[in-house]
């Protein structure tokens, strides 16, 4: 499924009707340019799942980690400044990952393994992989992929 947004406020609305469909165990991969929108699309997504509208979502470029106390538990996780795959593994993210909280990763390419690039590290196969390409300015188109979802997979569209 895609989807078009031509603002900030508009990609942030995007990710507050997603977050209202997301459940304990979800896990978000980003992918997408320094300044597709990850970030902003994370906003949402933390309001949405019942994140304090007061709460200062950041993204953890520096972090790393951000993790925030909604509904449901949400990771945030930004695996930019990470260099290789052992700096990655050192980060504890598999028990994350495979919490009952939501996750949500930036910078999810690095997790692709090197001998097969459609496989992720920690074993990860159910997953909703979001694609976002800048097309200019303000404007942003996302690719949303279901993998392994079922059977929820269907509920989380008919609102985007």
Do not use: V
Not at 60 to 80: Q, R
Not at 115 to 129: A, T
């Amino acid at each position: 499924m895609k989807s078009t947004t031509k603002s900030a406020n508009e990609t942030l609305e995007l990710g507050k009707k997603l977050g209202t469909k997301l459940i304990s165990g979800d896990l978000l991969l980003l992918f997408g340019d320094l300044g597709a929108g990850k970030t902003c699309l994370t906003q949402g997504i933390c309001l949405g799942a019942g994140l304090d509208s007061g709460t200062y979502i950041r993204s953890p470029t520096f972090t790393l980690i951000n993790e925030y106390p909604a509904n449901t538990p949400i990771f945030h996780i930004d695996l930019y400044r990470l260099e290789n795959k052992a700096d990655i593994s050192n980060l504890g993210l598999e028990e994350i990952i495979y919490s009952k909280a939501i996750t949500i990763i930036e910078w999810s390419e690095k997790l692709k393994l090197e001998k097969n690039p459609n496989d992720f590290m920690f074993g990860i196969q159910e997953r909703l992989e979001i694609h976002i390409s800048s097309k200019n300015e303000t404007t942003r188109e996302f690719n949303f992929l279901p993998l392994h979802m079922t059977p929820r997979t269907p509920p989380l569209f008919p609102l985007l």
